[in-house]
């Protein structure tokens, strides 16, 4: 089985900084990879797919990246709203999540 | 743009089975398969399994395999999930997504505890 291993689980951040979440995958299996954000009590939100596809409504600070088995998602301006849980995703693994809070 | 709907929370003893609905919007499921999501509170997102609901092919996760069901009803546009043989550490929020290799939409989530 495929493992995803998500770093870091927990991510302390201010306004205006640039974060970025990182997930590697044990074998090469696909070179897709999708990334999603949670708030409490809703369910997740799709932000992207195909490792670097934003999903439509989606703003642009929002970006990913694959290179072989490692994936990098990044918000390049963390806004009040971002302050969420983010998951990555392949095929039916998702990674153990990274909780981005205020600093 | 299709939307899913999941039947209400549910309370459950020990021992008995739960079955939870997702509702396409519009009332077909197309060509899709759709895949079905667990959140045990407080934890991650883990993966349940898949169906297709046009050729009724399953997929289940190996944790699930032989005590979850998946099934569809194509009339009405609805995928159900049953779990069997309930214990408390399957109280948890399930979802439904359209799965196209990434999920997206989600349904509302279905809330199921488990308690004597």
């Known amino acids: 089985d495929i493992q995803m291993t998500q770093s870091p689980s927990t991510l302390s951040a201010s306004v205006g900084d640039r974060v970025t979440i990182t997930c590697r995958a044990s074998?090469?299996?696909?070179?897709?990879l999708a990334w999603y954000q949670q708030k409490p009590g809703q369910a997740p939100k799709l932000l992207i797919y195909?490792?670097?596809v934003l999903e439509s409504g989606v703003p642009s600070r929002f970006s990913g990246s694959a290179s072989g088995t490692e994936f990098t998602f990044t918000i390049s301006s963390l806004q009040p709203d971002d302050f969420a849980t983010y998951y990555c995703?392949?095929?039916?693994?998702f990674g153990q999540g990274t909780k981005v809070e205020i600093k | 743009q299709v939307q899913l709907v999941q039947s209400g929370a549910e309370v459950k003893k020990p021992g008995s089975s739960v079955k939870v609905s997702c509702k396409a919007s519009?009332?077909?499921?197309?060509?899709?398969?759709f895949t079905w999501v667990r959140q045990v509170p407080g934890q991650g997102l883990e993966w349940m399994g898949r169906?297709?609901?046009?050729?009724?092919?399953?997929n289940y996760a190996p944790q699930f395999q032989g005590r979850t069901t998946f099934t569809a009803d194509k009339s009405t546009g609805t995928v159900y999930m049953e779990l069997n043989s309930l214990r408390a550490e399957d109280t948890a929020m399930y979802y439904c997504?359209?799965?196209?290799?990434?999920?997206?939409?989600w349904g509302q989530g279905t809330l199921v505890t488990v308690s004597s």
């Open positions: 997504a359209r799965d196209k290799d990434w999920f997206d939409p």
């Open positions: 519009g009332g077909t499921l197309s060509t899709y398969s």
């Open positions: 169906i297709i609901p046009i050729t009724n092919t399953t």
């Open positions: 074998q090469t299996f696909s070179r897709w």
């Open positions: 195909k490792s670097s």
């Open positions: 995703q392949q095929w039916g693994t």
